[in-house]
């Protein structure tokens, strides 16, 4: 029922980075079969923020864990800087995971046994980055979520916020492809949330891909489009207004 398109229409579209093509999801059978997501498609390109909005239940976090390649999709395409998804091995699929996407969960954990920075620089590690690089792409994503001085820490020194904040660096680093954030800010107070949000506008500015779900509008409003999901379902689009947008006149 929904078909998106990517761009302004005047003329070289920019990379499609996420693409969903009617992607459907069901849980559990019988009476006890929950369809959480029917048909939905959904491009974003390179440079975009997408914000997912929509009442509990309505199958955001399932759309992000597919975009994610976390949950198989029971129908429909979807790939992640053209690599197909569904059609990969699980090692295929973690590798996407690993070097495509940056997450931000609610369940996301950090390492229990690595310190703050260790966790940071663990996607690096992973990359193959040289330990000074990583130790400095790790700071500087400390910085951007106010977590500098807590690099020696464990996680389990650190409050509820904290650690998310520590989880959001972690996403930044390595500059992936693909930034997916579930209800980033939920645990944080309003400035640290603030923060965060344009930590993750400016990762999309830098040319992520950028889909972040949230219940607050005002954070919606840093996207370029905002989806509302219902029911599995989304229901309608709509170009979102970027406050410093609406302040300085800037043309969209
Ligand atoms: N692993 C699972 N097993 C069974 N049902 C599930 C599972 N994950 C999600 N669901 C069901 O699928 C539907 C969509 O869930 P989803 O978590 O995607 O919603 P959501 O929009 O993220 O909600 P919230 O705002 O509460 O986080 C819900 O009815 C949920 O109960
Ligand atoms: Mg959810």
């Known amino acids: 029922m929904s078909a998106q398109t990517v761009g302004d229409g005047s003329g070289a579209d920019p990379e499609i980075v996420l693409s969903?093509?009617?992607?459907?999801?069901?849980?559990?059978?019988?009476?006890?079969?929950?369809?959480?997501?029917?048909?939905?498609?959904?491009?974003?390109?390179?440079?975009?923020?997408?914000?997912?909005?929509?009442?509990?239940?309505?199958?955001?976090?399932?759309?992000?864990?597919?975009?994610?390649?976390?949950?198989?999709?029971?129908?429909?395409?979807?790939?992640?800087?053209?690599?197909?998804?569904?059609?990969?091995?699980?090692?295929?699929?973690?590798?996407?995971?690993?070097?495509?996407?940056?997450?931000?969960?609610?369940?996301?954990?950090?390492?229990?046994?690595?310190?703050?920075?260790?966790?940071?620089?663990?996607?690096?590690?992973?990359?193959?980055?040289?330990?000074?690089?990583?130790?400095?792409?790790?700071?500087?994503?400390?910085?951007?979520?106010?977590?500098?001085?807590?690099?020696?820490?464990?996680?389990?020194?650190l409050s509820g916020g904290q650690r998310q904040r520590v989880a959001i660096a972690r996403a930044m680093v390595g500059q992936r492809r693909l930034v997916l954030a579930d209800e980033p800010t939920g645990a944080l107070d309003s400035v640290t949330g603030d923060r965060v949000l344009s930590v993750l506008r400016s990762m999309a500015d830098q040319g992520s891909a950028v889909v972040l779900v949230t219940h607050d509008a005002r954070h919606a409003a840093w996207a370029d489009r905002i989806v509302h999901l219902a029911d599995g379902t989304i229901l309608e689009e709509a170009r979102a207004a970027r406050p410093e947008q609406l302040l300085t006149g800037e043309p969209r």
């Open 20 to 157: 969903m093509r009617d992607v459907s999801k069901a849980y559990g059978d019988g009476d006890g079969r929950v369809h959480a997501l029917r048909r939905v498609s959904l491009d974003v390109a390179a440079g975009e923020m997408v914000a997912v909005m929509g009442t509990s239940g309505s199958g955001k976090s399932t759309l992000l864990s597919i975009a994610g390649a976390m949950v198989t999709p029971d129908a429909g395409e979807v790939t992640v800087a053209g690599v197909p998804i569904e059609g990969a091995s699980a090692r295929g699929r973690a590798r996407v995971r690993r070097e495509l996407v940056g997450f931000v969960f609610q369940d996301f954990n950090l390492i229990p046994a690595l310190t703050v920075i260790e966790n940071v620089a663990l996607p690096l590690d992973l990359d193959g980055a040289s330990r000074a690089t990583a130790r400095s792409e790790a700071r500087r994503a400390l910085a951007a979520v106010g977590m500098r001085e807590r690099g020696k820490d464990f996680p389990d020194d």
